[in-house]
C-alpha cells in the first residue's frame, strides 16, 4: 500500500509538450481571426478591384467548380456499398438504403453539375434520366472494390459520403436562405451600392444567397478524398495542401466573377473543414503512419471502425 501524502513522480511522458498541430491549429485560427477582420473592413473594396465577368476560367469552374466536390459523395457511397451489400439485418437494410439514397443524390447533383438544364431552368427529367445510370453504375463498380480495403478505409469513406451533404449542402443552405446577402454582381445590376451589407449582419430571407458560397464549400469537402487514398502521413499531408489550393482556386473564381464577396468564400471554407474534423473524429479515423516506422496500433485501420455500413449505423471504436 502506497504511503500517505506520498508526491507522484512525473516522468517525461506524463509533461504537456507542445505538439506541431496545437501550433498549426492556433496559427490558422488566427488566420481565420486576421482574414474575417480584413474582409468585414474590406471586402467591398476587394470585391471591385478583381472583379472580371467575362474571365473565361472563372466561368468555366462557375459551370464545373462543384463537381469534384460532389463526386467525393460518389466515391464514399461506392465503398461504402461494398460492406453493406447484402444486409445481414434489418439494421443493415436501413444503413443499405441509406447509402443507397445518398448515392443516388449525389449522381442527382452530378447530372445537374454536367448541365442538365433548360432555359435558366433545371429540367428534372433530364437530371433523373443521368442521375439513375451514374448511380447504377456506382453500385456496379462498388462490388469489384477490394473487400478488405473496402472496410480498411471505412471510416474515410463515411467522412466522403457525409461531408458534402452536411457542409455543402444543409449547412450552407442554412444559412444561405436566413442570411439574405446580396452577390457583388446583384448589386451592381440593381445600380445601388446601398444593399451592400457586411457579412455579420443576416438581412432576412428575401432570395439573395451570397452568404456562404456552395461552390467553395463543395471544393473544399475534396478534403475526404484525400483521407481515403493517403497511405503515409505524407502523402496526407500534401494531399491536404493540393486540397486547398484547390479550394482557394474556386473561391477566387467566385470573387472575379462577383458571385460572391471574399468573407463568403472564407466563412464556407472554415464551415467545410470544420465539419470534416467533427466528422473525422465522430467515425473514429485514423490517419496514417509516418513513412519508415512500423505501423501505429489501428493502423491499418480496423474493420470495426468508424461508420459500420455493414449494420447500417455509425459506430465509434
Known amino acids: 500500500m502506497a504511503a500517505v501524502g506520498a508526491q507522484r513522480v512525473v516522468t517525461p511522458a506524463h509533461r504537456r509538450t507542445v505538439r506541431p498541430a496545437h501550433v498549426a491549429t492556433g496559427l490558422g485560427l488566427a488566420l481565420v481571426l486576421l482574414l474575417a477582420w480584413l474582409s468585414a473592413v474590406f471586402d467591398e473594396a476587394i470585391s471591385q478591384a478583381v472583379r472580371n465577368p467575362d474571365a473565361g476560367w472563372a466561368l468555366v469552374l462557375e459551370m464545373y467548380g462543384q463537381l469534384p466536390g460532389v463526386l467525393v459523395g460518389i466515391v464514399g457511397a ?33 447530372a445537374l453539375e454536367l448541365g442538365a438544364h433548360a432555359a435558366g431552368e433545371t429540367d428534372v427529367r433530364r437530371a433523373v434520366a443521368v442521375a439513375v445510370p451514374v448511380a447504377a453504375g456506382a453500385g456496379v463498380v462498388s462490388r469489384w472494390v477490394p473487400h478488405r480495403w473496402a472496410r480498411s478505409v471505412r471510416p474515410a469513406a463515411a467522412v466522403a459520403l457525409a461531408l458534402p451533404y452536411l457542409a455543402s449542402v444543409v449547412t450552407v443552405w442554412a444559412i444561405k436562405i436566413p442570411w439574405g446577402r446580396w452577390t457583388p454582381r446583384d448589386i451592381s445590376a440593381a445600380g445601388d451600392p446601398a444593399l451592400f451589407s457586411p457579412w455579420f449582419l443576416p438581412q432576412g430571407a428575401n432570395g439573395h444567397y451570397s452568404f456562404v458560397s456552395g461552390h467553395t464549400s463543395f471544393a473544399f469537402a475534396v478534403i475526404a478524398l484525400v483521407l481515403v487514398v493517403a497511405t503515409t502521413r505524407r502523402g496526407l ?81
Do not use: E
Open 237 to 317: 499531408a500534401v494531399g491536404v495542401v493540393l486540397c486547398l489550393a484547390w479550394g482557394v482556386v474556386i473561391a477566387s473564381s467566385r470573387v472575379v466573377l462577383g458571385a460572391h464577396f471574399p468573407s463568403d468564400t472564407l466563412v464556407s471554407a472554415v464551415i467545410t473543414l470544420v465539419w470534416a474534423l467533427l466528422l473525422a473524429r465522430a467515425v473514429g479515423y485514423r490517419p496514417p503512419p509516418r513513412a519508415g516506422l512500423p505501423p501505429q496500433a489501428g493502423w491499418p485501420r480496423p474493420a470495426h471502425a468508424g461508420c459500420s455500413a455493414g449494420t447500417g449505423g455509425m459506430q465509434r471504436s
Open 78 to 110: 461506392t465503398i461504402l456499398l461494398r460492406d453493406a451489400v447484402p444486409p445481414r439485418s434489418a439494421r443493415g437494410w436501413v444503413g443499405a438504403g441509406t447509402i443507397a439514397l445518398l448515392l443516388l443524390l449525389s449522381s442527382l447533383q452530378v
